[in-house]
T-cell receptor, first 111, second 115 residues
Framework: GESVGLHLPTLSVQEGDNSIINCAYS??????FIWYKQESGKGPQFIID?????DKRQGQRVTVLLNKTVKHLSLQIAATQPGDSAVYFC??????????FGTGTSLTVIP | GAGVSQSPSNKVTEKGKDVELRCDPI?????LYWYRQSLGQGLEFLIY????????KSGLPSDRFSAERTGGSVSTLTIQRTQQEDSAVYLC???FGRGLDTEAFFGQGTRLTVV
């Protein structure tokens, strides 16, 4: 999972397995959350978002789970592919205020 | 433009020189962020602008770093008397800001190398 410092946690998964990336957010008043993917040499790109009135949201091969009780966000990637290798960031926001980004988790998919 | 534009994409400078990095946010976005990302590291928050409000400068690492946002649009991040530890990718992001739950969009970054 992501940590307060700048050191990047790493996660290695076998191609075809499911990946779970975790994020602990800090502000209990945050009501909007996003996962970003950053490929090497590029800026972070939006993957999926979720609002605080939801516990789960699914996209194409990705699912975001939100547990407001423990302020925890996770990103699940189904059938992980080599193209999923990247750094993944979570971001939290209280509507109208600034986004706060997590440090990131580096995902490596082993062929 | 269609996205957040940063220039230059790459900058090599000598230690002790000043540099200016530019960010053109998406039109209509009132919120603008600067982040720094060292090689293999996470995002380090630098500064946040929201409309005409006073910017949140709490992430600026030293007084050598400053940023402006003129007319609520283009932003310039200035690093004075650059040091080798300033070498990193500087990322800019923008979003609609107040009242709207939408994502922040990132530029491709400026890779700064101090030699």
């Amino acid at each position: 999972g992501e940590s307060v410092g700048l050191h990047l946690p790493t996660l290695s998964v076998q191609e075809g397995d499911n990946s779970i990336i975790n994020c602990a957010y800090s502000n209990s008043a945050s009501d909007y959350f996003i996962w970003y993917k950053q490929e090497s040499g590029k800026g972070p790109q939006f993957i999926i978002d979720i609002r605080s009135n939801m516990d789960k949201r699914q996209g194409q091969r990705v699912t975001v789970l939100l547990n407001k009780t423990v302020k925890h966000l996770s990103l699940q990637i189904a059938a992980t592919q080599p193209g999923d290798s990247a750094v993944y960031f979570c971001a939290e926001n209280k509507t109208g205020n600034q986004f706060y980004f997590g440090t990131g988790t580096s995902l490596t998919v082993i062929p | 433009g269609a996205g957040v534009s940063q220039s230059p994409s790459n900058k090599v400078t000598e230690k002790g020189k000043d540099v200016e990095l530019r960010c053109d946010p998406i039109s209509g976005h009132t919120a603008l962020y600067w982040y720094r990302q060292s090689l293999g590291q996470g995002l380090e928050f630098l500064i946040y602008f929201q409309g005409n409000s006073a910017p949140d400068k709490s992430g600026l690492p030293s007084d050598r770093f400053s940023a402006e946002r003129t007319g609520g649009s283009v932003s310039t991040l200035t690093i004075q008397r650059t040091q080798q530890e300033d070498s990193a990718v500087y990322l800019c992001a923008s979003s609609f800001g107040r009242g709207l739950d939408t994502e922040a969009f990132f530029g491709q970054g400026t890779r700064l190398t101090v030699v």
